[in-house]
Structure formats: structure tokens, C-alpha cells
């Protein structure tokens, strides 16, 4: 069984940091990108992060480029996405997702095979 399980949200200060974890099972590990994407209420979801299990490649979204760094621990199956420097427009519910799919040298991809549940950031002013 497909299983992304979000976790490592919460409640933080302007400025502050989270580390949000997506642990990944049920499908090879080293042949899916996994990326990370936030919704707002009301609104669509957001491309944050995407990173290749393939070749090790990684892309950002330009609102989060030198502030948030995503990385993969293959032992583990796990994606982590750091999160420094948070700022109130940061506050959403973040998922991850995994595609199968090689090199996100160009971009991420749009569309994925496998979603998660979701972990609540909130940044307060």
C-alpha cells in the first residue's frame, strides 16, 4: 500500500524554523521525484519544493529559494524540507506528493501519482 505521511508542522514566530518530514512507503523509492506543495484556504495549491531520487536534483519555487532546502534520506524513505527564515505568507497546510519521473534539473512536475495528508505551518506576525 502507497503511503506519504506529512509530519513536522506547527506554530511559529516570524523569522523562526520547522523541519516538515514526508515518510514514503509502498513503491520504489529511487524511481520517484517527491515534491512538496502548500494550499491556503480558498486557494489553490502552491509547487514549494521538488526533489529527484534518480539523480539527486532539486528545484524550488522563487518564493522560497535561499530560505527553505529540501533533502532525501534513502535509507530512511524519507523527504525532508528545512524551513528557515519563515514568514507569515508562509503559513499554509503542506503536503507532499511522489511522481514517477527522472531529472528536475528544468522543473518540477505538475502532476504526481501519490499524495499525503497535509501538516498545518502557522507563522505568526
Known amino acids: 500500500e502507497v503511503q506519504l505521511q506529512a509530519s513536522g508542522g506547527g506554530l511559529v514566530e516570524a523569522g523562526g524554523s520547522l523541519r516538515l518530514s514526508c515518510a514514503a512507503s509502498g513503491f520504489i523509492y529511487d524511481e520517484y521525484v517527491i515534491g512538496w506543495f502548500r494550499q491556503v484556504a480558498g486557494q489553490g495549491r502552491e509547487g514549494v519544493a521538488c526533489i529527484s531520487n534518480y539523480d539527486n536534483s532539486m528545484n524550488y519555487a522563487d518564493s522560497v529559494k535561499g530560505r527553505f532546502t529540501i533533502s532525501s534520506d534513502s535509507a530512511k524513505t524519507t523527504v525532508y524540507l528545512q524551513m528557515d527564515n519563515l514568514k507569515p505568507e508562509d503559513t499554509a497546510v503542506y503536503y507532499c506528493?511522489?511522481?514517477?519521473?527522472?531529472?528536475?534539473?528544468?522543473?518540477?512536475?505538475?502532476?504526481?501519482?501519490?499524495w499525503g495528508q497535509g501538516t498545518q505551518v502557522t507563522v505568526s506576525s
Open positions: 506528493a511522489a511522481d514517477y519521473w527522472g531529472s528536475v534539473h528544468r522543473a518540477c512536475p505538475y502532476q504526481y501519482d501519490f
